[in-house]
């Protein structure tokens, strides 16, 4: 890791608090130059809140935040020239073109990138004449990353950028993402969507009740499982309840526990676990209602730190 003074954000003992609720409750986060960095966790996990402090929309509490070594307090103008953001919802004017609006937003720079360019690489060159009151979702967002990179900047906030959008469109902006990544930029992501993190993130903080539970590449944290795989199954109803213990107890199984009427392994060897789970199943004469089986995700290692859902409210 650079030093503090190389780091495009850091972040130390960062603080929020809205009377009794602590949005932000002592967040730590060092991100190098180039790197996506993304932050991980439930809708009310303090993500959101942890960035617009970063992008200057807050006045943290308590903490440091540095960005490319310049703070919010002294550093402001220039700042605004090497940040771009992208928020939850960005609201643009409806009745401006798409064209207008990038030019409107390279207007705010001193330098930055050409109009055309920004229009052609967000692929929205076939609607640059058109109304923003009249695109669609995915465009919306295109146009919105549009505005936030004309700039050309070093380092780039992403606050839930596909949210809402059908697959087709995620896609799309992950393809936009991933070619700015590749000019060295840094970008901070967040987001609630586990495939989305395992595929654009170099590392990833996931974080709930506002603090930081874990760190660390996404193959590291979900290595940390120790377990390969995740079953899922669950009975009939009316069924008696099965006891984690002694599921626990079945070849290759790692840790077993009950999840929202639903039990789940993770193991080691799929291969022993599920002839293993089928045999105890007959032998109790219990009747499976379903049964899948995936690899380890981010989501698997959430739900191991917290017991719950990633996308639970």
Not at 20 to 38: K, Y
Not at 98 to 107: C, I, N
Not at 123 to 139: F, H, I, P
């Amino acid at each position: 890791m650079p030093s503090t003074a190389n780091l495009a954000l850091r972040v130390e003992g960062l603080r929020k608090h809205y009377g009794d609720v602590r949005a932000v409750d002592g967040v730590d986060i060092a991100v190098p130059p180039g790197e996506c960095f993304g932050l991980l966790g439930p809708n009310g996990a303090g993500k959101t809140t942890t960035i617009e402090v970063c992008e200057g929309l807050l006045t943290p509490d308590a903490g440091i935040v540095e960005l490319l070594g310049l703070r919010w307090d002294h550093d402001e103008h220039e700042l605004r020239e090497r940040l771009g953001i992208q928020l939850q919802e960005t609201q643009l004017a409806e009745k401006l073109t798409v064209e207008e609006t990038v030019r409107l937003f390279r207007s705010f720079y001193a330098k930055g990138r050409p109009v055309d360019d920004v229009i052609r690489v967000v692929q929205l060159d076939e609607k640059r004449d058109a109304r923003v009151g009249k695109l669609s979702g995915g465009q919306k967002q295109r146009l919105a990353l549009a505005c936030a990179i004309v700039g050309d900047p070093d380092l780039i906030f992403l606050d839930e950028p596909t949210t809402g959008l059908d697959p087709q469109s995620r896609r799309q902006l992950w393809d936009l993402i991933t070619d700015f990544k590749r000019l060295g930029r840094t970008i901070i992501l967040t987001t609630h969507y586990m495939d989305e993190a395992e595929i654009l993130c170099d590392r990833v903080a996931i974080v709930d009740h506002g603090k930081v539970i874990a760190l660390g590449t996404p193959l590291q944290l979900i290595a940390s499982l120790g377990a390969e795989h995740v079953v899922k199954f669950a009975v009939v109803q009316g069924s008696p309840t099965l006891d984690e213990a002694t599921l626990g107890s079945l070849d290759g199984v790692r840790v077993a526990r009950a999840v929202a009427g639903e039990y789940e392994l993770q193991v080691g060897a799929l291969h022993q676990t599920v002839p293993a789970l089928l045999a105890f199943l007959a032998s109790r004469q219990l009747e499976l209602a379903q049964l899948t089986t995936h690899s380890a995700t981010l989501e698997d290692v959430f739900v191991s730190l917290t017991g719950r859902q990633l996308r639970d409210e």
